[in-house]
Each structure stands twice: as C-alpha cells, then as structure tokens.
Nanobody, 123 residues
Framework: QVQLVESGGGLGQAGGSRRLACAAS????????MGWFRQAPGKGREFVAG????????LYADSVKGRFTISRDIAKNTVYLQMNSLKPEDTAVYYC????????????????WGQGTQVTVSS
C-alpha cells in the first residue's frame, strides 16, 4: 500500500505563487507515475500534471502549461507542484495520486490517492 500526504495549500492572491508537496510512503516503486489532480466546487476532478519517478517525464493540462511545474525529489520520496501566476479559477482541492506505469491524465488509472489540500486564490 502507498500512502500519500499533501501539504502546502492555503489562501493567496491572483498572480501569486504556491508550492504543493506530496510525500509518499509505504510500498513506493520507481516504476510509479505521480499525478496532481484538482477538484473545484461543483466540478469533477481534473488532471493538472504528472511525472514519472524513474525518468522524470512530465505531462501537463493545457490550462496550467507555462504556469505550473511538477518535479520530484527521489531521495525524499516527494513530488512537488510549483504554481505560479495563480488565477481565481485555480481554486480547488488539490490531490496527489499514484499509479504503476507511465504518466497518464486519466483519473481512473490512478489507484492511490491522498486526502487533498485546499488552494484558494482571490482576485
């Protein structure tokens, strides 16, 4: 079993930055892919960004390309999401997720999930 714990959420203003972290523990594997998803009130959970543990291959949603950067620290078993130029529409609960295999954007392909961290961006 893999445990994922997100941190770094909070309240900020439009144009600001925030870094989320996802600490992984348990039966982690170098063949895993990690993803960040988000869910705004009244909306479905959507893919934000993903990265593979082994090669560091990344994938981004069009809505965050050029503003968000996903990275990993293998020694710390932690994945980060650096969010810049934040917009009010980025307001959501952000979830970290893991799957065995390559990075994909499909929510249902991820089997391990964290509890989420709230990010609120005011205009």
């Amino acid at each position: 079993q893999v445990q994922l714990v997100e941190s770094g959420g909070g309240l900020g203003q439009a144009g600001g930055s925030r870094r989320l972290a996802c600490a992984a523990s348990g039966r982690t594997c170098s063949s895993y892919a990690m993803g960040w998803f988000r869910q705004a009130p009244g909306k479905g959970r959507e893919f934000v960004a993903g990265i593979s543990w082994r090669g560091g291959n990344t994938l981004y949603a069009d809505s965050v390309k050029g503003r968000f950067t996903i990275s990993r620290d293998i020694a710390k078993n932690t994945v980060y999401l650096q969010m810049n130029s934040l917009k009010p529409e980025d307001t959501a609960v952000y979830y970290c997720a893991a799957r065995y295999g390559s990075v994909v954007s499909t929510r249902y392909e991820y089997i391990h999930w964290g509890q989420g961290t709230q990010v609120t961006v005011s205009s």
